[in-house]
């Protein structure tokens, strides 16, 4: 049985699908070794496309060249990739449900570099720089 924790997954299957709202999203089913199955939903949003075309790429799908429709007419289009995923514990409708997702490496956009330099730069009156064995965690 797949407890939390990351693994690396193998996909058995895939499939093109809608909720009940009419929300769509792609379902794979992946196989973690010696663990067992469980399901995984890349959602097909406006707010989610970054992600979902990031996680689609990880599972070997060519978000530029194919058409989505192959996922729904071929339901092992993807089968046999190895992909890397997460399992967490969550809390839907009152009740806890392990949730598993497509983990990604995402790009630091080139914006937001000046950003992130001005907060690692040390700022002028600030305190003495933090010693790293004194940072909790």
Not at 7 to 34: C, K, S
Not at 119 to 130: H, I, M, R, T
Request: some cysteine; proline content about 1%; glycine content about 8%.
């Amino acid at each position: 049985m797949i407890t939390e924790g990351d693994y690396t997954a193998t996909i058995q299957e895939n499939d093109l699908r809608a909720t009940v709202g009419g929300t769509n999203f792609v379902h794979l089913m992946v196989e973690v070794e010696e663990e067992g199955r469980i399901a995984i939903q890349i959602w097909l949003t406006e707010n989610a496309s970054n992600m979902a075309r990031a996680q689609l790429k990880v599972c070997g799908f060519d978000v530029d060249g194919e058409s989505l429709e192959v996922l729904l007419d071929n339901k092992t289009h993807l089968k046999g990739k190895e992909i890397p995923i997460s399992v967490e514990l969550d809390e839907y409708k009152g009740k806890e449900t392990l949730k598993a997702r497509v983990r990604t490496m995402g790009k630091v956009a080139k914006k937001q570099i000046k950003v992130l330099d001005k907060l690692l730069q040390k700022k002028k009156g600030s305190a003495s720089d933090v010693e790293e064995d004194d940072i909790p965690f």
